[in-house]
Every structure is written in C-alpha cells, then in structure tokens.
C-alpha cells in the first residue's frame, strides 16, 4: 500500500522505519518546516525530514497542511493512508478527505485517557500506574477517532516520561505496522472511543516545570520525572535557576521546611510538604551538569533555600 508518513520528532522515527522496512511504501513524508535550533540559531532540518533526505524521500514542509500547493501534491501522490505520529499541527478536514483509507494517528495514551499534545507527561504527572498507545483514526476533533489497536505499558515507580515515551515509541511502532497490514486487508475495523474516561494533557510549559517544594514529596517527584527531559524541572537558587535531574524521596532524611536544603558530605536533601527528598543531577545557570553533592560543596553554607 503507498502510504505518506506524517511525523517530526525523533519520536516518530522508529514507526518510519518500521513501515519503510514493511511491504507498505513510503512515497513522502510530511513534517514541519526547518526551524532555528540551539544556541546559535540555525536552521535545522526535522528528525523525520533529515531521515528522509538520507533514504532519498520526498519531505513535504508545509507551513500549514490547508496549504493548496500541499494539497495538490498530496492528490499527486495518489496515497491510499496517511499514519501519523507526533506531527505537530492540526490537519484540516480538506486534507483528511484526500486518501481514500484516511489518516491514521498514534497516540501514547489509552484512549479516552489524555486526549492532547502531552499524553505521557500527564500520565506520569497524575501518578498513574499503567499507560500505552493507541492508533485511532484522525477526525477534526482532538483525538476523538475510533480506535483500530492498543497496547498498554506499566509506568514504573521511576520512570521519567523520556523513559516511558522511548518504550512507548518502540512498541507503537510494531502497533502501527499491524494496524496497516490490518487496514489494507480490509480485515479491521476502528470502535469507537468509550464516552467515559476523558482527561485532557495540554501541552506542557516551563512554568508547569517549575517545582512547588509546597507540595508533598510524591508530588515533587512526579513533577520531576514527568518534565524529565523535555522541558526540565527548574527552581531558583540566590535568584538564579537551578535545573533539577529525577530525585529520590527519603523518609528517614532530615526534617525540613518547604524549599530547605540541608548539605550534607555526600548527599544534598530538600524539604517538601512531607518527606524530604535527596537531589541527584543539578545544572547551575551557566554550568554544566553536575552530582547534587559536587554541588552542595560549593555553597557558602551548609543550609540554603530553594524557591
């Protein structure tokens, strides 16, 4: 089946891959425009369009997909299924109605569960114990489609939503792959998503990054893990923001108020609401990573606060 991949994070790569190594070609692939990227603001090719320049594919870039030229390419093509994932931007009802088999969309949520951009930094966020991945057929609602396949996945008591978000990716993949084989056989068909169970994962910012030491420390740490690595917990320190790596909550540490650091020679505890919580991997502004101890030894004094 001729099929256009729709995609642009590195998240997205293991399903091209798994579909261009499939029977199912892959003619082009849509993803977002070059964008400035780093410290220096250059311009940077997409994950999924430096992939498809190195396999000689065509990489489709348009600012929007309502775009005519897009369009038009899109009806050149003669595609017969579109499988998305991560692209990255709405697609119009004029675009969904080009292939005859339609869009297909994998989602890392069990569906009704976190309908959004955020699923899986959601999911960690609220504590829950088990996650997955859908593929469901995209219509202009937000991830409102009938589903064609799913698969669940435990989220450990330490996993970050980077962990949790690589697995998720990997199996999605072997996922999609069957749901294409499925539709082309004309052997699937999608049910539609439960009407109970909705939750919504808006897109995560920096300030939803920031860690509340007011809150119980399971709460910190989830915060952490779930921010973990995209965008990265932060608090500030004498003014300034510290980046935080995933901590670990201990009962028996010190006692101490919200935000409170107590340096110790081999470990560095911060206060919360309840318990407090050893710090692992810190980055000072301006500095490079670095154990929370190295860091500890560098304070003026042996207590500080973090807000």
């Given at each position: 089946?001729?099929?256009?991949?729709?995609?642009t994070?590195e998240v997205?790569l293991?399903?091209?891959?798994?579909?261009?190594?499939?029977?199912?070609?892959?003619v082009?692939?849509?993803t977002r425009?070059?964008a400035?990227v780093?410290?220096?603001?250059r311009?940077s090719?997409?994950?999924v369009?430096?992939?498809?320049?190195?396999?000689?594919?065509e990489a489709?870039?348009?600012?929007k997909?309502?775009?005519?030229?897009?369009?038009?390419?899109?009806?050149?093509?003669?595609v017969?299924?579109?499988p998305?994932?991560a692209?990255?931007?709405?697609v119009p009802p004029?675009a969904?109605?080009?292939?005859p088999l339609?869009w297909?969309n994998?989602?890392?949520s069990?569906?009704?569960a976190?309908?959004?951009a955020a699923?899986v930094?959601?999911?960690?966020?609220?504590?829950?114990e088990?996650?997955?991945?859908?593929?469901?057929r995209?219509?202009?609602?937000l991830?409102?489609?009938?589903?064609?396949?799913?698969?669940?996945?435990?989220?450990?008591p330490?996993?970050?939503?980077?962990d949790?978000?690589?697995?998720?990716?990997g199996?999605?993949s072997?996922?999609?792959v069957?749901?294409?084989d499925?539709?082309?056989?004309?052997?699937?068909?999608?049910?539609?998503?439960?009407?109970?169970?909705?939750s919504?994962?808006?897109?995560?910012?920096?300030?939803?990054?920031?860690?509340?030491?007011?809150d119980?420390?399971?709460?910190?740490?989830?915060?952490?893990?779930a921010?973990t690595p995209?965008?990265?917990?932060?608090t500030?320190h004498?003014?300034?923001?510290?980046?935080?790596?995933?901590?670990?909550?201990?009962p028996?540490g010190p006692?101490l108020e919200?935000?409170?650091?107590a340096?110790?020679?081999?470990?560095?505890h911060v206060?919360t609401?309840?318990?407090?919580?050893?710090?692992g991997?810190?980055?000072?502004?301006?500095?490079?990573?670095?154990?929370?101890?190295?860091?500890?030894?560098?304070?003026?004094?042996?207590?500080?606060?973090l807000?």
């Amino acid at each position: 089946m001729r099929v256009l991949f729709a995609g642009t994070p590195e998240v997205a790569l293991p399903t091209l891959e798994a579909l261009h190594a499939s029977d199912h070609e892959v003619v082009a692939v849509l993803t977002r425009p070059d964008a400035r990227v780093g410290r220096g603001r250059r311009m940077s090719r997409s994950p999924v369009a430096a992939w498809a320049d190195e396999h000689g594919i065509e990489a489709l870039t348009p600012s929007k997909p309502r775009e005519e030229a897009f369009l038009e390419r899109l009806r050149e093509l003669e595609v017969e299924l579109v499988p998305v994932v991560a692209y990255g931007a709405l697609v119009p009802p004029e675009a969904l109605a080009v292939p005859p088999l339609g869009w297909i969309n994998l989602h890392f949520s069990l569906l009704p569960a976190w309908r959004g951009a955020a699923p899986v930094q959601h999911a960690v966020l609220a504590g829950d114990e088990m996650t997955g991945a859908c593929v469901f057929r995209l219509e202009p609602g937000l991830d409102t489609g009938p589903v064609y396949g799913r698969l669940t996945e435990p989220i450990g008591p330490a996993d970050t939503a980077g962990d949790l978000l690589g697995r998720l990716a990997g199996a999605g993949s072997r996922l999609m792959v069957d749901v294409v084989d499925g539709i082309a056989a004309g052997a699937l068909a999608a049910e539609p998503q439960p009407a109970d169970g909705v939750s919504y994962a808006p897109k995560i910012t920096a300030a939803d990054a920031r860690v509340r030491w007011g809150d119980p420390a399971f709460a910190v740490d989830r915060r952490i893990r779930a921010v973990t690595p995209v965008p990265g917990a932060w608090t500030e320190h004498d003014g300034a923001r510290l980046r935080l790596g995933p901590v670990t909550v201990d009962p028996a540490g010190p006692d101490l108020e919200p935000g409170r650091v107590a340096v110790g020679k081999r470990a560095v505890h911060v206060g919360t609401a309840t318990d407090p919580v050893l710090l692992g991997r810190v980055q000072p502004a301006g500095k490079q990573r670095m154990d929370a101890a190295a860091w500890g030894r560098g304070l003026q004094t042996a207590e500080t606060r973090l807000s």
